[in-house]
């Protein structure tokens, strides 16, 4: 085999957090080529806050910055405010939106996702707002005010840290969602439960049912929502937030012609099926070591460690060993926690602190432990994924005890 030139310039599309971890990575393990950040919204920001902090106004625009400003000229990171329109990968060259032409030994593709567009009729009516970005959240936070109605539609991770920030303002939130208890995919139906229970008692109108059209109401709008056997509700707000999820935007990728399944498709090294090509983050996707597609994952701790693949992989460092997936998620003053894979098949063991669920976890038929969710439980979360990235065998009584340390368990 033929070793590969070593990469003298590197240029990364996308300054979420995949992209910037990719730069900050190169940098720390010694990269001394060219470097460059390419984004239309400028110097990266971290993204999880903006439903939270942010929202709240605790936090602004410079407090999430993921580096101080004068770390890129420290480091030698050019950042580019403009968008990549186009991608040659056989001439390494990248187009911008702006019309100049860039050229490197590799590319990375960052790009992330964008907020699912509401596609009902009035879905585009102005009082109709997604969060995605940092100028999202500061819009929303600038229409959010003691009395403001605000419509969640969609009670996932983000539509439910929202409706939470939103009433901590004073604001009156309705939050409609089709499905009777959502999440239960990712932290179980028990934990699902208990997390959703929280909307109603923190005085937040939960409303089921899927919206089918918004219609301008004075300067603010009617959330039609049809109901089974009953007449459609028409919720009133004054803003709407559509949170139904994200879209990725494989058009760069298609048109140059890297293979593409719902994102990128990457090795476990980040690599596309173009030598050249790099993916990371919310847009891409990896193939396991035994070739099959992993599910894509739009958590912050992913792009994270697919930014640090990419980086190792260009350094020529063999791709490090990941835990199972990991997720957090802030609401009233909780922090839900998920690993692995809680909806896989088996059967889920409760623990309870004062008689409600607060870990829940997900055993394979042979008693192995294949996923854990909890409520304010961060060092046992931390310890049943040790167990699952394991494939350790627990015993279901230890497991539902809660004088039971997790960190002793699993030691065959
Ligand atoms: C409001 C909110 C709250 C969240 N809270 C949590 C949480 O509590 N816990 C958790 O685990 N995860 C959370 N997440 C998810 C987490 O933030 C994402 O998984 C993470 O940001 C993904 O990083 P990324 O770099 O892949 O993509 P992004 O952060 O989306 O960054 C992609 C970047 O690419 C840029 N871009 C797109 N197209 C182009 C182009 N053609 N040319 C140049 N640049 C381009 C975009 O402008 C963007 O800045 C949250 C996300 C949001 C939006």
């Given at each position: ?8 310039s ?8 995949a ?11 010694g ?8 984004d ?7 993204r999880?806050?903006?439903?939270k ?9 410079e ?5 101080p400003?004068?770390w890129?000229?420290?480091n ?8 990549v ?5 056989s ?6 939106a702006?019309?100049g032409?860039l050229?490197?030994?590799a ?12 596609t ?7 009082a109709?707002r ?6 999202d959240a ?5 229409r ?5 109605r ?12 929202v409706?939470s ?10 939050l ?10 990712a932290?179980?139906?028990?934990l699902a439960?208990?997390?959703?229970a ?10 089921q ?20 056997g009953?007449?459609?509700?028409s ?6 937030l559509?949170?139904?999820?994200i ?8 048109a ?21 090509v790099?993916?990371?983050g ?5 193939r396991?070591?035994?070739g099959?597609?992993?599910r894509r ?10 930014g ?6 260009l ?13 957090w ?5 909780v ?8 909806s ?6 409760l ?36 167990l ?9 009584e230890?497991?539902?005890d ?11």
């Open positions: 085999m033929t070793a590969r030139p070593p990469v003298r590197v240029t990364v599309v996308g300054g979420g957090l992209g910037f971890t990719t730069a900050r990575e190169l940098r720390a393990g990269y001394d080529g060219a470097l460059r950040i390419v239309p919204q400028g110097t990266p920001y971290d999880p806050p903006l439903s902090a942010v929202l709240l106004g605790r936090s602004s625009g407090d999430i910055r993921l580096a400003p004068g890129y000229e420290e030698a990171v050019e950042v580019l405010t403009d968008r329109a186009k991608l040659s990968p001439s390494g060259g990248v187009l911008l702006s019309g032409e050229s490197s030994d590319v990375v593709l960052a790009t992330g996702g964008a907020a699912r567009p509401l009902i009729p009035g879905g585009d009516h102005p109709v997604v969060l995605r970005e940092l100028a500061e819009e929303l936070r600038a959010l005010e003691p009395g403001s605000l419509v969640v539609i969609g009670a996932g991770l983000i539509g439910a840290e409706a920030s939103a009433t901590q303002l004073g604001a009156s939130v309705t409609v969602d089709p499905v009777p208890v959502p999440l239960v995919p932290v179980g139906p028990e439960e208990v997390l959703h929280m909307h109603a008692q923190r005085g937040v109108r939960v409303v049912g899927r919206p089918s059209r918004i219609t301008a109401y004075g300067p603010a709008v009617l959330v039609e929502v049809p109901q089974d009953a007449a459609p509700l919720l009133p707000a004054d803003v709407v559509s949170a139904t999820g879209t990725v935007d494989t058009s760069l990728a298609e140059a012609g890297l293979a593409v399944r719902e994102a990128v498709i990457t090795g476990l090294d980040g690599r596309t099926s173009n030598p050249a790099y993916a990371a919310d847009s891409a996707r990896r396991g070591a035994d099959s597609l992993l994952s739009e958590h912050w701790e992913s792009a994270l460690l697919d640090t693949a990419v980086a190792r992989s350094l020529g460092l063999p791709a490090q060993e990941r835990q199972p997936g990991w997720f998620s802030d609401r009233y003053g922090h839900a926690e998920a690993a692995g894979a809680m896989a098949p088996g059967s889920t063991v623990r309870a602190v004062d008689g409600a669920p607060r870990l829940a976890f997900r055993l394979s038929p042979e008693g192995r432990l294949l996923g854990c969710a909890g409520i304010d439980s961060s060092k046992a979360v931390r310890a049943a994924r040790r699952i990235a394991r494939g350790a065998r627990v015993r279901a230890d497991l539902r809660p004088a039971v340390d997790l960190k002793k368990l699993g030691r065959e």
